[in-house]
């Protein structure tokens, strides 16, 4: 094998496109997923590239320093595609501290882990961390955040990610650890977990559920498809410059309800329903605590060094999701009734 690359958090939503991706186009890598598989990790996301030569799951947790140091011994990785996180800002709201043990601890632990590996021989050895855009705060009507503005967290999720942001770049500026920055907006596409707005809402229209959007659903939100994320990291991994931060976004901003208008009309077409019927499932409900009201990112210096760009339009990315998960109904119930929580012991355990 030619590298040997950690990749954390590869049974998550982002994840498993990262690892399908690394391990399909290059077979002479071999790809360590490690991911703790919590609510939010699904092994059935990776099923197609499981038994691939080039792949290896771990089931392990990023906060246990002595098992990423064992971990780091096993297989003396070449790079790090660091994605592992508590990711949903509700249950951020309602729990902090997970988000603080794994965000923050786990990601010093690869730090630390990567930096006594490596030593002072620095050549081909990357650290990439996959931040968000919720690092940079709330924009008025106005603005884009770009890579130099300031950082305003508001939420313990994105205070948490700020911090580990942080903390990547002290390890770069003190140590010259090499390591690489992304900060994304807001992803959708197949495999993500239903508790985030796409996909929550597209179960609900689809079992006659309300659907519910929070305050008036003027808040504004930048939409990547996933796999368009993948392609990002995949380009940053290889030709980013060491120490420097890539935006990434959609340059494509809804309004959570013009969004959910889109939704319901989608839905309506593919499910053979008269035109408006998922739209009266629509219910305003009480506010997030701290809401942030826009997010949107200036892409330009991934466009212009990188030459990256989004791929699709979001009618054509949001159609092809939602068929994604109505052709994928045994997902969605595996998720729904949490039976995707024992595949792992199926898979891994008793063969
Ligand atoms: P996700 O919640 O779907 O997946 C997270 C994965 O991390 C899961 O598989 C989970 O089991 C694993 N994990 C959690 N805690 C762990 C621990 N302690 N040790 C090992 N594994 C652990 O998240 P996602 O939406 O795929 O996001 C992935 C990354 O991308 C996160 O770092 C997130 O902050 C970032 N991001 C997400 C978005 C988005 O729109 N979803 C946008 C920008 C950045
Ligand atoms: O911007 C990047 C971030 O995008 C990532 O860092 C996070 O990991 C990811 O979860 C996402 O955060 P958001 O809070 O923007 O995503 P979420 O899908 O939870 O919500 C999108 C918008 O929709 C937000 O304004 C809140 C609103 N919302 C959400 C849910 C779940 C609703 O109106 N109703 C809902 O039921």
Same mark, same amino acid.
């Given at each position: 094998?030619?590298? =040997? ?39 059935? +996301? ?63 632990? $690869? ?16 650290? #990439? ?16 955040? =770009?890579?130099? =503005? ?35 907006? +807001?992803?959708?596409?197949? #495999? ?26 003027? +808040? ?24 420097? =931060? ?19 009309? $989608? ?44 791929? $699709? ?30 595949? #792992? ?7």
């Amino acid at each position: 094998m030619k590298k =040997t690359i950690l990749i954390t958090g590869g049974a998550g939503f982002i994840g498993s496109h990262v690892v399908r991706l690394f391990v399909q186009k290059y077979p002479d890598y071999l790809i360590v997923n490690l991911d703790k598989l919590t609510y939010a990790g699904n092994l059935l +996301n990776i099923t197609d590239i499981e038994d691939s030569p080039n792949y290896v799951f771990e089931k392990g947790d990023i906060v246990d320093e002595a098992y990423i140091e064992c971990l780091f011994e096993k297989y003396r990785f070449d790079g790090i595609i660091h994605l592992a996180a508590e990711s949903h800002v509700d249950r951020s709201i309602s729990n902090p501290n997970e988000f603080i043990f794994t965000n923050i601890i786990g990601t010093v632990n $690869l730090l630390n882990a990567a930096r006594k590996q490596w030593k002072e021989d620095f050549e081909n050895k990357l650290l #990439y961390f996959i931040s968000t855009d919720e690092v940079y705060g709330s924009l008025g009507n106005e603005g884009f955040f =770009t890579e130099s =503005t300031a950082y305003s967290p508001r939420s313990p999720y994105s205070a948490s990610k700020a911090s580990a942001d942080h903390l990547v770049r002290a390890f770069y500026h003190t140590y010259k650890l090499p390591v690489v920055l992304s900060n994304c907006s +807001n992803n959708y596409g197949s #495999y993500q977990f239903p508790e985030k707005l796409i996909p929550l809402a597209i179960h609900n229209i689809k079992n006659m559920k309300a659907v519910p959007v929070y305050g008036k659903g003027e +808040n504004i939100r930048d939409w990547l498809y996933v796999v368009d994320h993948a392609k990002a990291i995949d380009l940053i991994f290889h030709k980013g410059i060491t120490g420097e =931060t890539y935006n990434i976004g959609g340059n494509n901003e809804w309004k959570n309800i013009d969004l959910i208008m889109l939704l319901c009309k $989608l839905m309506d077409k593919h499910l053979n329903r008269k035109d408006g019927t998922s739209e009266s499932l629509i219910t305003f409900v009480k506010d997030r605590a701290g809401h942030d009201m826009r997010y949107a990112i200036d892409a330009s210096k991934i466009k212009t060094e990188l030459n990256w760009e989004p791929s $699709l339009q979001f009618e054509q990315g949001l159609n092809l999701t939602v068929e994604w998960y109505l052709n994928n109904e045994p997902w969605l119930d595996n998720v729904t009734s949490g039976a995707y929580q024992s595949y #792992y012991e199926q898979q891994y355990i008793k063969r």
